[in-house]
């Protein structure tokens, strides 16, 4: 079956980093363009970073621009979230996600979800 598995997550002062993890299985991952999505408490669930298959191409909200960096590493089904400069407003559960089509910003355009690993910024 497809599993996507986050980690990485924890509790961090702002200003600091973290790299997110989602090891995915079950599925070719070479060939889809994946994504990270993010859903602070008692938000909905918010677009963050994709990047396509082969790893050139990658796009970012304006939230997260500048601040952090998505890759993927194919040769281990495995796709990276460097997250820098954190700032208590990234407080969330982070989501990998494998693309199907449409906008890459609406969560109907994914099919498969990871649980989720929380991200917490504070002093």
């Known amino acids: 079956e497809v599993q996507l598995q986050a980690s990485g997550g924890g509790l961090v002062q702002p200003g600091g980093s973290l790299r997110l993890s989602c090891a995915a299985s079950g599925f070719t991952f070479s060939n889809y363009t994946m994504s990270w999505f993010r859903q602070a408490p008692g938000a909905g669930p918010e677009w963050v970073s994709s990047?396509?298959?082969?790893?050139?191409?990658?796009a970012y909200a304006d939230s997260v621009k500048g601040r952090f960096t998505i890759s993927r590493d194919n040769a281990k089904n495995t796709l990276y979230l460097q997250m820098n400069s954190l700032k208590p407003e990234d407080t969330a559960v982070y989501y990998c996600?494998?693309?199907?089509?449409?906008?890459?910003?609406?969560?109907?355009?994914?099919?498969?979800w990871g649980q989720g690993t929380e991200v917490t910024v504070s002093s």
């Open positions: 996600a494998v693309y199907d089509s449409g906008s890459v910003r609406y969560t109907g355009s994914y099919t498969y």
């Open positions: 990047i396509n298959r082969g790893g050139g191409s990658a």
